[in-house]
C-alpha cells in the first residue's frame, strides 16, 4: 500500500490499527526491506579490536602464567582500553584460548 504512494494515516484507517503502528512496520521494512520478527532479547556479542587482541597475545607470551584479570587491569594501565570499554575477563580468556 505505501509504495503504492498511500499515506501512513489511510493505511492505519483501512486496516484498523494505529498510526504508530503502520509507522514502526514501515520504518523497519525501509530500514531491514523485511517486516518479519526480529529477535527477542539477548545481547549482541561486543567486538573487540584487533590492538585490544593482539595485546593480550603480547601479554600472555611474555608472561604465560598472567592471570586474566591482571591482563585487564594492563590494558587499563597502558592505555589500550578504557576502564569503560575494556573487555570482561571472560573475554579475555576467550581471546587466548583460541
Not at 21 to 36: A, M, P, Y
Not at 38 to 51: A, D, H, R, V
Request: proline share 6%.
Amino acid at each position: 500500500m505505501s509504495s503504492a504512494g498511500t499515506k501512513p494515516c489511510q493505511i492505519s484507517r483501512e486496516l484498523r490499527v494505529s498510526h504508530g503502528c503502520v509507522s514502526k512496520i514501515l520504518s523497519k521494512f525501509r530500514n531491514t526491506g523485511s517486516i518479519r520478527p526480529g529477535k527477542i532479547g539477548g545481547s549482541k556479542p561486543k567486538k573487540s579490536l584487533p590492538k585490544v587482541i593482539s595485546a593480550i597475545a603480547v601479554y600472555k607470551h611474555c608472561r604465560p602464567t598472567m592471570y586474566s584479570w591482571e591482563i585487564r587491569e594492563r590494558l587499563i594501565s597502558d592505555g589500550v582500553c578504557s576502564a569503560l570499554n575494556v573487555p570482561s575477563v571472560s573475554s579475555i580468556n576467550r581471546y587466548h584460548l583460541a
